[in-house]
C-alpha cells in the first residue's frame, strides 16, 4: 500500500519514484486532488475501451447465427437472431468485464480531507 498510484498499471506504492511493477517514470500522489483527477481520467477512458471491446466481440459473436438463421428462416430472421444474440453477448462482456474500478482505493482520498 501506499499513497502513490501508476496512471499506467495502476500500481499502488509508498515511494514517489518510478512505477515498481511497469516502469512508468511518474506516479500519481493520491493526496493531491488534481492528480487523483488525472487517475479518475485514466479510469474513464479504460472503461470506455473496455465497453468498446465488449460491443465489438458482441458484434462478432451475433454473426456466428447469422448465417444458419439466414438459411432457416430468412434474412429477416437471421438479422433479428444476430441482433438478439449481439445484445446479450454485449450485456454478458460487459458484465463480466465492465464493472469492475481500476483505481478503487481513490474513493478514500475523497472521503479523506487534505
Ligand atoms: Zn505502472
Known amino acids: 500500500m501506499g499513497d502513490f498510484a501508476c496512471s499506467r498499471c495502476a500500481h499502488r506504492q509508498a515511494e514517489d519514484a518510478?512505477?515498481?511493477?511497469?516502469?512508468?517514470?511518474?506516479?500519481?500522489?493520491?493526496?493531491?486532488?488534481?492528480?487523483?483527477r488525472v487517475l479518475y481520467d485514466a479510469e474513464s477512458r479504460w472503461q470506455k475501451r473496455r465497453q468498446a471491446r465488449a460491443i465489438s466481440i458482441g458484434a462478432?459473436?451475433?454473426l456466428v447465427p447469422f448465417?444458419?438463421?439466414?438459411?432457416?428462416?430468412?434474412?429477416?430472421i437471421g438479422f433479428g437472431v444476430a441482433f438478439g444474440t449481439g445484445a446479450v453477448a454485449v450485456a454478458v462482456i460487459?458484465?463480466?468485464?465492465?464493472?469492475?474500478?481500476?483505481f478503487p482505493y481513490l474513493d478514500e482520498y475523497e472521503k479523506t480531507p487534505g
Open 18 to 36: 518510478q512505477c515498481g511493477r511497469c516502469g512508468n517514470d511518474v506516479v500519481q500522489d493520491m493526496r493531491d486532488p488534481s492528480a487523483r
Open 60 to 62: 462478432v459473436v451475433g
Open 67 to 76: 448465417y444458419p438463421a439466414c438459411l432457416a428462416g430468412g434474412a429477416i
Open 94 to 102: 460487459d458484465r463480466l468485464l465492465g464493472n469492475r474500478r481500476r
